[in-house]
């Protein structure tokens, strides 16, 4: 059963950071390419930000460039979303998806997602 579990999200001042990650379990978590995605109230859902194999292809949304940074440890199969210079838009549930590579900002192609964790900036 694969299960990927979030952590790491809370409140954060604007301009604040905060650190998210994603642990992942029965699956063969070197073959994946790793997601985050997030949905504030009343809003759809978005992408955030995608990983491939380490050193690999890289994808973020253009509102977190510069801002966010998605990393993997596959020793750990754990990946993370560290977020920096947060600001009040960035207040959403965020969660982790998997799908097998490549990596796409496509959150109907990913077959496999976390409960959420919640992050809220305030202002």
């Known amino acids: 059963q694969v299960q990927l579990v979030e952590s790491g999200g809370g409140l954060a001042q604007t301009g604040g950071s905060l650190r998210l990650s994603c642990a992942a379990s029965g699956l063969t978590f070197g073959a994946y390419a790793m997601s985050w995605f997030r949905q504030a109230p009343g809003k759809d859902r978005e992408f955030v930000a995608a990983l491939g194999w380490v050193g690999t292809s890289t994808l973020y949304a253009e509102s977190v460039k510069g801002r966010f940074t998605i990393s993997r440890d596959n020793a750990k199969n754990t990946v993370y979303l560290q977020m920096n210079s947060l600001k009040p838009e960035d207040t959403a549930v965020y969660y982790c998806?998997?799908?097998?590579?490549?990596?796409?900002?496509?959150?109907?192609?990913?077959?496999?997602w976390g409960q959420g964790t919640q992050v809220t900036v305030s202002s």
């Open positions: 998806a998997a799908k097998l590579f490549p990596p796409t900002a496509e959150g109907a192609q990913y077959r496999y």
